[in-house]
């Protein structure tokens, strides 16, 4: 079984360009998170979603970010325009419900903002 | 507060010996869940061991205990015969309830664990 793939795993950008990252779940997982990981931080929620529906978005700031998970299969999370300050890993995750207690990670996408 | 707080940036072990990682959490809520994730330099983080908060056994999968202290709000991870691979950083992690209805997941700041042959 496939696991939760993630692109790109690497990117470079400049400050003020937009960059999207791309993450399918494990087939049949309902719930879907993106989290944020700062160097030397451990990860931080920025939205979940069950199916379509982001039920959890409190810590993605809306200025600049947003995200879809059209179908509720694969999803994608923007940034527009990007800032130094964005530069860490992102991760995507899956579990088949919000009540399973083991979530499925990627292996994140790594975007440095010049 | 912090409710997840690792106090240990850095663990050294030697080979074959067992070794704790700490994590204290803080809740208020009566139901919860904890968790312990491995993280290598890979990048991918791997689920390794959970607990819950009315679970009266100590979890363990292989090589992995969960020491749960309930009144002391610990839950502390136990890796016994360490073996060169089992270097990586470790993440606690605490799923409770939030408003809205609806649990979330908050990680610790990680302990980078490394094997000595």
């Known amino acids: 079984e496939a696991g939760v793939v993630q692109s790109p795993r690497y990117k470079i950008i400049e400050k003020k360009q937009p960059v999207a990252f791309w993450c399918n779940p494990i087939s049949g997982h309902n719930t879907l998170y993106w989290y944020r990981q700062n160097l030397g931080q451990g990860p931080e929620l920025l939205i979940r979603y069950e199916n379509e529906e982001a039920v959890d978005d409190s810590q993605l700031p809306k200025d600049r970010f947003s995200a879809e998970r059209l179908k509720g299969v694969d999803s994608t999370l923007k940034i527009q325009p990007a800032e130094l300050g964005d530069s860490a890993v992102y991760l995507c995750?899956?579990?088949?419900?919000?009540?399973?207690?083991?979530?499925?990670f990627g292996p994140g996408t790594r975007l440095t903002v010049t | 507060a912090q409710k997840i707080t690792q106090t240990q940036p850095g663990m050294f072990v030697q080979e074959k010996e067992a070794v704790t990682l700490d994590c204290t959490y803080d809740t208020s809520d009566p139901s919860y869940g904890l968790f312990w994730y491995k993280q290598p330099s890979s990048g991918e983080m791997i689920f390794l061991i959970y607990?819950?908060?009315?679970?009266?056994q100590n979890a363990t999968e292989g090589r992995y205990s969960l020491n749960f202290q309930k009144a002391r709000k610990s839950a502390n991870l136990v890796i016994s015969a360490s073996q060169l691979g089992d270097s990586a950083m470790y993440f606690c992690?605490?799923?409770?309830?939030?408003?809205?209805?609806?649990?979330?997941?908050?990680f610790g700041t990680g302990t980078k664990l490394q094997v000595i042959p």
């Open positions: 992690a605490m799923r409770d309830p939030v408003s809205g209805g609806y649990q979330k997941v908050t």
């Open positions: 607990q819950g908060s009315y679970d009266q």
């Open positions: 995750a899956s579990s088949f419900t919000y009540d399973s207690y083991e979530q499925y």
